[in-house]
């Protein structure tokens, strides 16, 4: 079933191994662990993709620091140091 929050995507069923008290204290809070699973997903793809752009670009920004560093800013030009 898709909701909303889903953005469409089909939902599966599947299987997952949780330590017995903080299963029994989810479910004694009344958290919704299918949307509690989604929302830390979402989160550490978002981070890894995060970590991934950064490493891939590490080069470039290395680059542009080193000649911020040498050169200084547009809005730095011509400003008294």
């Known amino acids: 079933m898709a909701g909303p929050e889903s953005g469409g995507a089909t939902r599966r069923a599947t299987n997952l191994s949780v330590r017995g008290d903080l299963l029994d204290a989810a479910r004694g809070a ?5 949307a509690l699973l989604e929302r830390a997903l979402t989160e550490e793809l978002a981070h ?4 991934q752009w950064r ?15 040498r050169h200084g800013t547009l809005s730095s030009v011509g400003r008294c140091p």
């Open 48 to 51: 890894l993709e995060r970590v």
């Open 30 to 34: 009344r958290v919704n662990l299918s």
């Open 55 to 69: 490493a891939e670009n590490a080069e470039a920004i290395a680059a542009y620091n080193d000649h911020l560093r």
